[in-house]
């Protein structure tokens, strides 16, 4: 891998744009005081491969979704009724997501798909081009003595207007809700917010999902958000930076009434419940078996695999509870809170390596189409806490 230095930082734009988490103390060396120089032609098959892997995890959903191809994939039973209506219903939207692949020596690899609630959303598309800015490399007016695949801003834009036309009874008015005490989160909805607005919705509203009402009947029926101090709101759009199991698990009333809502078109929802399908790491080894070989999977199985392989849970996240094996020896290990789950086993994919032996990862957006890269590196197992590093398409 070859780099560029960026010899100036994005601190100044980051402090303007209130994104203290990404320098604070808990994010030391988060962001990367150099860029990978990328060819053209590899930037354009990376997007390529987001638009070929989306198509495959599409086909590889069976119309009925039945109980066993759920049960398989471990999707809570209180989430059928509404996975199965927003995978028929094209009123709700699948707005955005990000493929995590390896650059191999045989191209890229995907290792998993974050189809629900993918973020690193700023650092993609904000982030990475504010580095260029710092250099000189680049301009706020978009012009640039260098270039980056980074559409995503533009994609989410095209995704919201799309979302839009698709529920013209709606008022455009959406609520985009987090956890709570996530400064992170909110970074990625206020991005997402401002795409919204740029697609047309009047009003577009961060909060965390606990400051959230939701009324399943009667004449206050939908999701409210206080927006100023007294001042309610109903929200037709409801965009959701909390993941679905967590719904499920957590708050089962909560997920009941947004079904009964959903199904009642009293709220629309990005994004949709499907996509929690496409996250599961257990479809791995499903589309491994109806495509096997294919030039951008990595074998998958729900059995160990021989030689050298990773462990991974289905529903883990962050990297937590990933295991690096050679012959079932545990070469490495990312301990954290989903070494209870079932398992996958998939081939291991060396991910480029620079002098310094630092492993970088692509993660590749999708929007409608392969819109953006943005690279992440670690000495060890990729996990939300490794370095962002910008690019540049040469």
């Not at 709700?92 to 798909?113: I, S, V």
């Not at 965390?208 to 929200?235: H, K, N, Y």
């Amino acid at each position: 891998m070859t780099f560029l230095p960026l010899s100036g930082a994005p601190t100044p734009a980051l402090r303007a744009l209130g994104w203290e988490w990404a320098l604070d103390d808990a994010c030391p060396g988060y962001l990367a005081s150099e860029a990978v120089e990328l060819p053209e032609g590899a930037a354009d098959e990376l997007l390529r491969a987001a638009d070929t892997l989306y198509q495959l995890f599409v086909d590889a959903i069976p119309d009925d979704l039945p109980d066993a191809f759920l049960r398989r994939l471990s999707i809570p039973e209180n989430l059928w009724e509404i996975v199965r209506h927003t995978w028929a219903d094209d009123h709700h939207w699948h707005l955005y997501g990000r493929f995590d692949l390896a650059l191999t020596a045989d191209g890229p690899k995907l290792l998993e798909f974050n189809a629900d609630t993918a973020t690193s959303i700023p650092e993609t598309a904000v982030v990475q081009w504010a580095s260029l800015m710092a250099v000189g490399l680049a301009s706020a007016d978009g012009s640039a003595a260098a270039q980056q695949a980074n559409g995503l801003f533009e994609g989410l834009a095209a995704q919201f207007t799309e979302w839009r036309r698709r529920n013209p009874d709606r008022a455009p008015m959406l609520l985009l809700t987090h956890l709570p005490d996530a400064p992170e989160d909110a970074a990625n909805c206020a991005v997402l917010a401002e795409a919204a607005r740029e697609a047309g919705f009047d009003v577009a509203h961060i909060a965390s999902i606990d400051a959230m009402q939701v009324a399943a009947t009667g004449p206050d029926c939908g999701v409210w958000a206080e927006t100023a101090p007294g001042e309610w709101l109903r929200f037709d759009f409801l965009f959701k930076l909390v993941p679905w199991e967590i719904l499920a698990e957590e708050e089962p009333e909560l997920t009941a009434d947004l079904n009964h809502l959903t199904q009642s078109r009293a709220v629309v929802v990005t994004n949709r419940a499907y996509p929690l399908v496409f996250q599961r790491k257990a479809l791995l080894s499903l589309l491994w078996e109806q495509h096997p070989g294919h030039p951008l999977l990595l074998e998958t199985r729900d059995q160990p695999l021989g030689g050298h392989a990773a462990r991974k849970p289905v529903l883990g996240r962050e990297g937590q509870d990933v295991t690096e094996l050679q012959d079932g020896r545990v070469v490495s290990e990312n301990p954290g809170e989903y070494a209870n789950q079932p398992v996958v086993y998939q081939r291991w994919a060396e991910l480029a390596t620079d002098a310094a032996g630092h492993r970088y990862q692509v993660g590749a957006f999708w929007a409608g189409e392969g819109c953006a890269l943005g690279f992440r590196r670690a000495a060890g197992i990729i996990t939300n806490e490794s370095a962002f590093v910008p690019h540049v398409v040469v």
